[in-house]
Structures are given as structure tokens and as C-alpha cells.
């Protein structure tokens, strides 16, 4: 939800934690702060607005201050109190001792705001993070200044969610961090530490990183690490190394980064391939190993996700149901499944996709199958993540970092890898033909290339958008293969244009949606040439006559299309149950330039964060 960085080290402080929170800007932006040492004191400096803004507020304060050698930094996403200069993070303890940001949600802070308060302690802002933040420095003050053991009280005191990272005021060139629920990365490069909320912010420094476990504590000094569990006792610690380049956090000659990750599409896929197949057969056997003859005896599987990760597990489900009629799949909204009965056990698989590795449902999820012996699968695209950690099996996605909050690389190298993970798990049930995994490894191989040959199309794209940016909404409608693309193109529509958008299968139309279809509302139809073809445009023609506008994708050398809608983007044909791969790609396209029309902010749309790290 929220950006943190913090460096303990020998340079000036407010450049790195500035640049720091600049590629962590995505995960919340209504706010910034920074917190840093300067004789004796610690000196914060915030605002309402993006760090850019920030980076100039800066620039103002003491050149003491900005020789400072440590310091914290917080980007906000409101969750308790209101978008406010006093509500953004860093926050300062009463007696000044503690100052502190934080990421999470501390569901007891009412409790304890009200024992403070009836001590005489005074609260100035709305959040929930200025609980943990004048609780600490009580405890502080109780332990004589022994920082392990007023870390260990408060997190024996809190409840929720949260990465805490703190500096004490007695404390110089020192940081200390907690993790309960939400994420932190810490590392040292031999002669400074960092501490992040995501990754990508610490690769200009180091690869080598340190992911803090749930309830671990660590200590940040220019001498190294130093990790605890909340109980206080000192533990061990191994580097892991992550093979993602600096530069591919960098927006280079785009406008948006957005724009850029959707440009990465067939070079993730073509890697994933690459990676995962020889010749015309599926290869995970390197990558996954399920105990022998283990999927004869499985009797369902799973598959649980959020928001596009969901929609990604239907594309797998879709492609499964294809080459096996047996066994049983299920498809759950990780928010929806740790809330429910849901049948585990022995005999089940669950296939759980986050992109951050990080989504609290998701984790939660989890952690509710395995306690029921469910057998478990992680895919996720950040090495060294909860899940990632927690999971026994896990296939890392190939997509390196996503910066734009809309998901679009990361949704196509997490296909691509439910596609091969899926032909895998058929193949050591033995219920894949041969001639089907040649058939679809092949159309997975010559994909890259048709993809590119859509992104080229964009000029024309783009016209499309100016046209029906005007549209009070859009319904996308399709069937079979194409229902989750429906739902895909419906969610980039809201989260980058703003605009109502809605995702149907087609013949569910005339079961009540089609009561509010008019010439203002366009309806985005998914047509390609397959045995669904007819039934399908028989619905379009049910929307033209209500005298909707109607944009088609159909697939090349359809001219029999043309009559059947306003306006019509051909792509290259493909195997049926891979449609999604490419058809995804005009619609991230027409999203994208709906809201570049509309002037949205693309690459950080309001009221989103990239990982949902709270429920």
C-alpha cells in the first residue's frame, strides 16, 4: 500500500531516500515525508502531493539536515484519516524520542490511543500510526532506553498488519525495522543499509537483499544487519540474490510506464518459453517438483487469485478444461476463499497467483489450505516474497519489475506460466496427448510475433480511443476463451480511464444487461474465427439494434466481421485456447489511450496501490 525507505550509511541521506521513494511512488502518492538526523534532533519535512514535490521541500532545510547520513522516508495511501500534511508519515512521539513510518493497518489503535490519552499523552493526527508511534516511545522511556526490548513490548502489543521502520532520537546511524503482515526488504552493501517496501528500490545500491520474515524485527547500521524474532532472540540471515537490472525500473524514451511494460509482453512470453520448454514438449521439471505420481491421485484443483492475477487463473482453468474433462477446477477470488469452507486435503491442488508475492488475501489464502494438508503451488514474480518463502513449490514469473499499478507484462508472464504449468501437471497425470503439447507449445512459440505485429496497430488503436472516450461506459462481451479477456479489459478500462465499464459473457446480455444499452454506452465485442464465432455475433447484432456503438476484435481475414460492427481491429488467428494472449493487447492499448485522452494519471490511477498488502 505504501512506499518506505531508509538508509543507515556514510553519504547524504535525503538523495537516496528521495530517489527511493521515486520508484516506490506507485505504491501510494497522496503524501510524502522524510525524516533525518541533524545535531541531536530529528528534523521531518512532509506534504500533500508527490515526491517530486517532496524532493523540493527538501531542498529547503538545513544543509545540516541534508548531509545527514540517515534517515526514513514514507509515500502515503490513506487508509485511517484524511489526506493531510498532519496525517502523512514520518510521525514523532510526544517527548520527540521516536519518530516512525509505517505501512499496514494497526487494528488495535483505538485501544491503545485511548490508554495513552488517559495518561496524558496527546495525539495530533488521525491516523493509526501515531498509536505504535507514541506507544513505542513510552516503552522507550520504560526500558531505559533499550531499544530490542521496546521493540520486543510493542510488537507483543500490536495487532493488524505492519512494517514499521523507526529511528531513535539517542540512537544516531541507527534503524530499526518490524514485519508482521506487510512487506519489507532490508540490505546491506558493505558499507551502508537500506530498507524498502519493494525491491526495486534498492537494486542501484545492491541485488543481494534480505527479506524480513513475518515477525522479525532487524537493526540498520552502516556496520550491517541485524535481525530478531519478536521474541528478542538474535537469528541468522541469508542474502538472496535478485537477478532484476536497475533499468528495467526506468521508464526510458516512454510516457508512461505503463506503456513501456505492455511493450515487454513478447519478450516476457518469448523467456517463459524459452525457459520452460524444449523443443515442442513442457520442461518444469527444474522448476517444480511434486512428489512422484502425485497428480493421478489429486481429484481437484484450485486455483485462487486477485483482481488480474484472478483473471489470469480463469485463462488457466479455460485452457485446463480443454485438455482434461476429469478432474475438477475450481477457480476462487483469494478474498472470497479464506472466508468460506472450502474443500482441501490430500487429493486437492491449490494454485495460488499474487504478483508482489505480497496480496494479504491472497497469503491468507494460503495458509488456510495448507493447515488443511492441500497440496500448494506459488506463482508470483518477486523472488524472496511471502509467498514465495511460505509456499513449498513456487515458479518465479520472468516479467522483472512492474511499475505501473494497471498490471500488464506481469498478467502475460503469469499465463504463459499457468499455460505450462498446466500442460505439466496433465502430462504427470497423464491426460495430455502429445499432439496437444506440440500444438500449443508451438503456438506459444510463434506468439512473440503476432503479439508485436498487435502493438503496431497502435496508431490505429489509438484513433479508436479518441473516438469512444466520450462513451458514459463500455460492456465487453464474449465467450468461452474470451470471457476472462472481457473482464481484463473491463478492469484496465476502470482502473486507468475512470470510466464504468462492465465484462459479460455474451449470452448473459439479454438476461438484464442489455435493458441499459444506448448510443451512449459501447460495447467492446471478443470475436475471433472459432466454432463460437456465429452465436457470438449474433449477440453484437442483439446490441447494434439497441442502437449501441459496437467495436469488434476479430481475427484476420474475417471480412464476413465487417457488417457486423461500427468499427472492427483485426489480429492474427492462433490456437483458440491461446487467444488471450493476444487479444489482450488491443485492450490494453484502447485502455490506455482512452485515459490518455481523458488526461488520467496513468501510470498511479487515484485511489489504487500496486500490492494490496491489507485486507
Known amino acids: 500500500m505504501c512506499g518506505i525507505m531508509g538508509y543507515a550509511g556514510g553519504s547524504p541521506a535525503s538523495g537516496i531516500i528521495i530517489e527511493g521513494l521515486a520508484r516506490q511512488e506507485y505504491r501510494g502518492y497522496d503524501s510524502a515525508g522524510i525524516a533525518l538526523r541533524s545535531d541531536g534532533k530529528i528534523i521531518s519535512a512532509k506534504i500533500v502531493g508527490r515526491v517530486s514535490e517532496l524532493a523540493d521541500k527538501v531542498r529547503e532545510l538545513p544543509s545540516k539536515c541534508l548531509e545527514s547520513a540517515s534517515g526514513i522516508g514514507h509515500t502515503r495511501w490513506a487508509t485511517h484519516g484524511g489526506v ?188 517463459t518459453v524459452d525457459a520452460h520448454t524444449i523443443v515442442t514438449n513442457v520442461a518444469l521439471e527444474k522448476s517444480i ?41 475450481r477457480v476462487e477470488t483469494a478474498s472470497e476463499y479464506r472466508y468460506r469452507n472450502v474443500r482441501g486435503g490430500g487429493d486437492t491442488l491449490a494454485v495460488f497467483v499474487s504478483q508482489s508475492g505480497e496480496t494479504a488475501d491472497t497469503l491468507a489464502a494460503a495458509r488456510i489450505a495448507r493447515a488443511k494438508g492441500t497440496h500448494c503451488i506459488a506463482i508470483t514474480n518477486v523472488r524472496g516474497s511471502t509467498i514465495d518463502r511460505e509456499v513449498e513449490h513456487t515458479i518465479l514469473s520472468l516479467a522483472g519489475p512492474e511499475i505501473g499499478v494497471a498490471a500488464t507484462k506481469t498478467f502475460m508472464g503469469q ?130 439494434a439497441r442502437k449501441a456503438p459496437t467495436l469488434m476484435l476479430a481475427s484476420d481475414g474475417d471480412d464476413g466481421a465487417r457488417a457486423c460492427a461500427d468499427d472492427i481491429i483485426f489480429i492474427p488467428r492462433t490456437e483458440p485456447e491461446l487467444f488471450p494472449f493476444i487479444g489482450v493487447i488491443p485492450l490494453q492499448l484502447l485502455a490506455y489511450h482512452t485515459a490518455k485522452a481523458l488526461g488520467r494519471d496513468i501510470d498511479m490511477p487515484r485511489n489504487l496501490a500496486k500490492s494490496v498488502t491489507v485486507e
Not at 222 to 229: C, E, H, I, S, V
Not at 306 to 316: E, K
Not at 471 to 489: A, D, H, N, Q
Open 84 to 271: 493531510t500534511e498532519t496525517n502523512a508519515h514520518p510521525h514523532e512521539s510526544a517527548d520527540e524520542m521516536v519518530v516512525l513510518v509505517h505501512n499496514g493497518i494497526i487494528e488495535n489503535s483505538t485501544e491503545i490511543k485511548d490508554e495513552l490519552e488517559s495518561g496524558g499523552i496527546i495525539f495530533s493526527t488521525q491516523t493509526d500510526t501515531e498509536a505504535a508511534c507514541q506507544l513505542l516511545a513510552v516503552l522507550y522511556g520504560q526500558c531505559g532506553g533499550d531499544a530490542l526490548e521496546a521493540m520486543h513490548r510493542l510488537t507483543e502489543r500490536l495487532t493488524g498488519a505492519f512494517a514499521l521502520v523507526i529511528m531513535f532520537r539517542d540512537r544516531p546511524g541507527e534503524i530499526w525495522c518490524a514485519r508482521r503482515g506487510s512487506p519489507l526488504v532490508t540490505a546491506w552493501d558493505g558499507s551502508a543499509s537500506y530498507c524498502a517496501s519493494d525491491p526495486t528500490a534498492l537494486l542501484s545500491y545492491t541485488h543481494d537483499l534480505c527479506f524480513l520474515e513475518e515477525d522479525e524485527m532487524a537493526r540498520l547500521s552502516p556496520d550491517g544487519l541485524k535481525f530478531y524474532g519478536f521474541d528478542g532472540n538474535a537469528r541468522g540471515k541469508k542474502s538472496i540474490r535478485l537477478n532484476w537490472d536497475s533499468v528495467m525500473a526506468d521508464k526510458g524514451h516512454y510516457e508512461h510506464f505503463m506503456r513501456k511494460e505492455m511493450g515487454e509482453q513478447p519478450d516476457v512470453l518469448r523467456l
Open 289 to 329: 517438483s511434486l512428489p512422484k505420481g502425485l497428480m493421478k491421485k489429486i481429484r481437484r484443483v484450485q486455483f485462487v487469485a486477485c483482481g488480474t492475477s484472478y483473471y489470469a487463473t480463469l485463462v488457466a482453468r479455460d485452457i485446463m478444461e480443454s485438455l482434461d474433462g476429469d478432474i475438477e477446477i
Open 415 to 544: 499465463i504463459s506460466l499457468l499455460a505450462l504449468l498446466v500442460m505439466h501437471l496433465l502430462k504427470e497425470r497423464g491426460t495430455l496427448s502429445a499432439s496437444d503439447e506440440a500444438r500449443l507449445i508451438s503456438g506459444l512459440r510463434s506468439m512473440p510475433a503476432l503479439q508485436q505485429s498487435v502493438l503496431e496497430k497502435e496508431r490505429e488503436i489509438k484513433a479508436l480511443a479518441d473516438k469512444y472516450c466520450g462513451s458514459k461506459g463500455f460492456f465487453f462481451i464474449g465467450r468461452r476463451e474470451c470471457v476472462p479477456l472481457t473482464m481484463e479489459g473491463a478492469l484496465k478500462m476502470k482502473e486507468i480511464a475512470y470510466l464504468p465499464s462492465e465484462a459479460y459473457a455474451a449470452g448473459e446480455m439479454k438476461h438484464g444487461p442489455i435493458a441499459m444499452l444506448d448510443e451512449q454506452l459501447t460495447v467492446v465485442a471478443l470475436v475471433p474465427d472459432t466454432d463460437l464465432r456465429e452465436k457470438t455475433l449474433s449477440n453484437v447484432a442483439e446490441c447494434r
